[in-house]
């Protein structure tokens, strides 16, 4: 993982591998580009063969400050400056807006920042902050992206469910008339505040919906299937993933008051999908982790699919 995170800047504690520099408090937009180590440009320059002989229809994605090339495009992709990912976030949430995380990875292929929005919820009697995420290419392989994800406070558990009710995303692609599009995806702050109502509805939903501890270890099972014809090592393995998630469930102290509904299942599955130390953590465990934040987290959503059917 250390060698996907190219920069890093956060607040509070350290993520992911402790890389980054850490401040005492959310900086600016003009404070946060400098300590992501993201105030650099992409030039768009030509591409030649060996013989000299210039290739119609590419170009590549050039950074100023090293020449190095972080991609090959198309002549119809257009480049989303860094500086215009931050002032897009600054008109869109408003003068004053703190910046939590910010960062580059795959030696500045992909650039993300986060900002936590200024309404925090009390939904249930517990606090659900949301922030927006915006990430970047600068390869050529992914679109832009706008994406709110809820943070349970006591935890630090996502809640971005999969809700059929309102979205929790935006995104558009590197073609066409991009100053138009990001004026459109001003959209995206309302989206934010109907995707919460919407989840404050489910959560009480799903607190009102009472599950068994039968249930909670079948929709473990489930969750966790274990592969026909498994090893005697993959079975132990599997079992050892699905007692960590039950221990999620039944005895984390900040459920204990919440009661045996749908709703601490749904915790309980978040705090292992995010929290929970893989068997085997691969290079890009943390960056993948992170991905899902914008994508949404299979195991998350395949939970609260469970406890919907039921």
Excluded at 71 to 84: H, L
Excluded at 98 to 124: C, D, F, M, N
Excluded at 190 to 201: N, P, R, T, V, W
């Amino acid at each position: 993982m250390a060698a996907n995170v190219e920069t890093m800047f956060y607040t509070r504690e350290k993520p992911w591998h402790g890389l980054g520099t850490g401040v005492a408090k959310a900086p600016s937009s003009a404070d946060a580009l400098r300590l992501a180590g993201l105030d650099w440009k992409v030039m768009q320059e030509p591409i030649y063969t060996d013989a000299g002989r210039k290739i119609p229809g590419y170009k590549a994605n050039v950074r100023d400050t090293d020449r190095r090339v972080l991609g090959v495009v198309t002549d119809r992709y257009k480049v989303i400056q860094n500086r215009e990912a931050f002032d897009f976030t600054d008109a869109l949430l408003g003068s004053g807006v703190r910046y939590e995380t910010a960062g580059a990875l795959q030696e500045g292929r992909k650039v993300w920042l986060l900002a936590r929005l200024p309404h925090e919820y009390i939904i249930s009697g517990e606090r659900i902050s949301p922030y927006l995420v915006f990430s970047n290419t600068h390869d050529g392989s992914g679109a832009v992206r706008v994406a709110v994800t809820p943070i349970r406070v006591v935890c630090n558990n996502t809640l971005n469910l999969a809700l059929r009710t309102a979205k929790r995303g935006w995104s558009m692609v590197h073609t066409g008339d991009i100053r138009g599009k990001m004026q459109e995806a001003e959209d995206a702050l309302f989206m934010a505040e109907k995707y919460m109502d919407s989840l404050g509805k489910e959560i009480e939903r799903l607190r009102r919906k009472k599950i068994s501890d039968r249930q909670v270890r079948e929709y473990i099972e489930l969750l966790l299937p274990a592969e026909k014809g498994a090893t005697e090592v993959q079975t132990k393995n599997i079992n050892k993933l699905r007692e960590d998630m039950g221990k999620r469930y039944f005895d984390a102290p900040d459920l204990k008051d919440v009661g045996n509904n749908a709703y601490r299942f749904i915790n309980a599955v978040s705090d292992f999908a995010t929290h929970a130390e893989p068997l085997r953590r691969t290079a890009n465990y943390k960056e993948n982790l992170f991905i899902r934040t914008m994508d949404g987290n299979p195991v998350i959503d395949r939970a609260y699919q469970l406890v919907e059917a039921a």
